[in-house]
């Protein structure tokens, strides 16, 4: 049997995702994205990638790794790209908040339900990583039942590809003004996973690129508080995901009052968009937001310890940040609210021995006063 679209979406969706695609590698138009592949050469000379080492990472031949599925895996005929549904009815990001709410971004609030044992169901935290690679290995087994034996790769993330390229390549959706990867009908609030693999895609079953349906639209771009969004491209060193997950030490004074409330990541850019406005509401048992992660008290996410917070967050992506990095944020948002009342918290982080908290509350009591 062929590898074609209708398989590969039907068993997809067997394996708990929302809808899935293939690309051919190389791309027939394109090889391999001549056009992306110059677009990240050059974001990545802009210095737009900033302290992320890992997108900056070339072969022996000098080239982008990410960039470079063939040279990792020479037997790679085609991709298979997989979406996952996150969108929940709770509220927006942009929608007005209690004063002293902090804002965890939809991606990292998820949970599963798990019974406690004592008659009450309780959230476990799940990172989308593990939840989607065990269902692209779920997928992977079921198409060699139906094919036979092939090479293949999982990747969530941290494989040697630019995901959102290959998700349009996939016909899944068009790259946003945002960079995101926008579908019609979902919206932008859709993990990404892919799986690689020697199938060859046949060219009857080469899908129809999705258009770019922005249009005149710019609202992403004049939400973004800290300037990060020029069209289709983003500088990563102002957006305050990267500056809440990704970036180590102190996050620079300027980009401090664009962060407001915002503790890990940011949806701002994807709240804005219109084509999210009527995104369906995914019912994924393992997507779910935790409730206690919607709106969070900052003067709750300050009050946990090392410990608390290693076991509130075990398994959630909102580890990757680190302790010290999660304080610098609350430090951050606290002085932001205008919350005069955060002052007693700030100024004992403000002899922490950790230098960067120590200077963000320093930073915010100044806001404060
Ligand atoms: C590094 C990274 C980040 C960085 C940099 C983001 C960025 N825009 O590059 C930071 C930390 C800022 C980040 C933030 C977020 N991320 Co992120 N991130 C990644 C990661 C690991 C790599 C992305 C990458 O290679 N970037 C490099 C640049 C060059 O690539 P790019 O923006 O995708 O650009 C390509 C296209 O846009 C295209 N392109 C560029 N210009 C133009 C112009 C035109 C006209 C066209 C047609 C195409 C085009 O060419 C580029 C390739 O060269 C991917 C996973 C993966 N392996 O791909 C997840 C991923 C992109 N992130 C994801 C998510 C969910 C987020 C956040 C929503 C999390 C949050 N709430 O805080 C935000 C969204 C911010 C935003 N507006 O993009 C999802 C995106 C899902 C989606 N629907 O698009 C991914 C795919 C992870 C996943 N597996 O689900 N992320
Ligand atoms: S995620 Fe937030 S900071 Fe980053 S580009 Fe979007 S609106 Fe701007
Ligand atoms: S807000 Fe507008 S410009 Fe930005 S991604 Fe959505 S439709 Fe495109």
Redesign the pocket.
């Known amino acids: 049997m062929p590898l074609s679209h209708f398989l590969v979406d039907t068993f997809a969706r067997e394996a708990g995702f929302t809808a899935a695609g293939i690309a051919a590698v190389p791309y027939p138009a394109q090889p391999e994205g001549i056009e992306e592949r110059r677009r990240f050469e050059e974001w990545i000379a802009s210095g737009a990638a900033g302290e992320m080492e890992y997108l900056k990472r070339r072969n022996e031949s000098g080239e982008l790794v990410r960039s470079s599925v063939r040279a990792a895996f020479p037997w790679a005929q085609s991709v298979i790209v997989c979406v996952a549904n996150y969108n929940s009815a709770a509220p927006r990001s942009t929608e007005p908040a209690a004063a002293d709410a902090g804002w965890i971004a939809r991606y990292a609030q998820s949970g599963t339900e798990t019974d406690s044992g004592q008659n009450s169901i309780q959230m476990r935290p799940t990172d989308y990583h593990k939840v989607l690679l065990r269902r692209l290995e779920a997928l992977d087994s079921r198409l060699r039942e139906s094919l036979g034996a092939f090479e293949s790769r999982c990747y969530v993330d941290t494989g040697p590809i630019v995901e959102r390229v290959y998700a349009r390549y996939a016909g899944l959706g068009w790259t946003g003004k945002?960079t995101c990867l926008l579908h019609q009908r979902l919206g932008s609030w859709l993990f990404l996973g892919v799986i690689l693999t020697s199938l060859e895609l046949p060219a009857a079953e080469l899908p129809a690129l999705a258009a770019d349906r922005c249009g005149s639209c710019t609202r992403?771009i004049d939400?973004?508080?800290?300037q990060?969004?020029t069209p289709y491209q983003?500088d990563a060193t102002?957006?305050?995901?990267?500056l809440t997950i990704e970036k180590r030490g102190a996050i620079p004074e300027d980009l401090r009052s664009g962060i407001g409330r915002n503790v890990f990541?940011?949806?701002?850019?994807?709240d804005v968009c219109p084509w999210n406005r009527r995104a369906p509401v995914a019912s994924d048992p393992e997507l779910s937001p935790r409730t206690e992660l919607l709106n969070p008290a900052l003067d709750w996410l300050a009050s946990l310890d090392e410990a608390a917070f290693g076991q509130w967050f075990f398994g959630s992506p909102v580890k990757r940040s680190r302790f010290g990095g999660f304080r610098r944020n609350v430090a951050i948002a606290m002085g932001n609210s205008g919350l005069k009342r955060f002052r007693l918290t700030l100024e004992s982080w403000a002899r922490s021995e950790d230098p960067v908290v120590a200077e963000s509350a320093r930073w915010a009591l100044n806001k404060l006063s």
Do not use: F, K, V
């Open positions: 945002n992403c939400a973004c508080p800290t990060a969004l983003m102002r957006c305050i995901s990267y990541g940011c949806d701002i850019c994807q």
